[in-house]
Each structure stands twice: as structure tokens, then as C-alpha cells.
């Protein structure tokens, strides 16, 4: 209990506080407390921004990862469209050509017949 009331004493004497806070080792403590404050608060800050443009790189190399995959797979669906079209165009073609070649040659060969 008297430790109580010497403490409830001394901190409710305003010359001794102002004593107190004025000597070097609280202005001290108090300087060293509000640096550390500031400078974790900028080290939070600075992580903080690290974080999110980490954050934003990442996003921006998935989509840029996702997009391009999928402009090379329609890339190859129009490559593999365009190919098939090709290959059944000179299909047909070839095929209409024999047809046409084989209708020649039989009317060559009737003109012929009709001749004799």
C-alpha cells in the first residue's frame, strides 16, 4: 500500500513529470519509440506495395499465359479448318477432273465410233 500512494504522489506532481519528461533519457526513449513507430509503419507500407504489384505482376502473366494459349488454339483450329478445306477442295477437284477426263474420253471415243 505505500507503494501505492508514493507512486499516486509522484505521478500527480506536475513538476516532477515536466523534470522527468524533459531529462535526456525519456526524450531518448521517446525519440527511439517514435522512430521505430515511423519506421515500421514505413517498412509495412513499403511490403504492403510490394505485395500488391507482386500480386498485379502475377495476375497480368496468368492472363497474359491464358491468352495466348487460347489465341494459339484458335490459331490451330483455323490452321486445321483451313488445311481440311484445302485437302477436300483438290479431293473434289481431283475426283471432278477424272469424271471429266473419263466423259471426254467417251466422247471421243463414240465420235469416233459415229466416224466409222
Same mark, same amino acid.
Given at each position: 500500500?505505500?507503494?501505492r ?9 506536475? *513538476?516532477?513529470?515536466?523534470?522527468i519528461?524533459d /531529462? ?5 526513449? =521517446?525519440?527511439? #519509440? ?15 506495395? *510490394?505485395?500488391?504489384? #507482386?500480386? =498485379? ?6 492472363? &497474359?499465359?491464358?491468352? /495466348?494459349?487460347? &489465341? *494459339? ?10 488445311? /481440311? ?5 483438290f ?7 477424272k469424271k ?6 467417251? *466422247? ?9
Amino acid at each position: 500500500m505505500p507503494i501505492r500512494a508514493l507512486l499516486r504522489y509522484l505521478l500527480n506532481n506536475e *513538476q516532477l513529470i515536466q523534470k522527468i519528461a524533459d /531529462s535526456y533519457p525519456i526524450r531518448r526513449a =521517446a525519440q527511439l #519509440t517514435a522512430y521505430f513507430m515511423h519506421k515500421g509503419k514505413e517498412i509495412g507500407e513499403e511490403k504492403l506495395e *510490394q505485395l500488391k504489384e #507482386t500480386d =498485379a505482376l502475377n495476375r497480368i502473366r496468368d492472363e &497474359v499465359k491464358y491468352s /495466348s494459349q487460347k &489465341v *494459339q488454339e484458335q490459331g490451330n483450329r483455323s490452321l486445321n479448318r483451313a488445311n /481440311s478445306f484445302f485437302y477436300l477442295f483438290f479431293m473434289n477437284l481431283s475426283e471432278e477432273w477424272k469424271k471429266a477426263e473419263k466423259k471426254l474420253e467417251e *466422247q471421243r471415243k463414240l465420235g469416233e465410233e459415229k466416224k466409222k
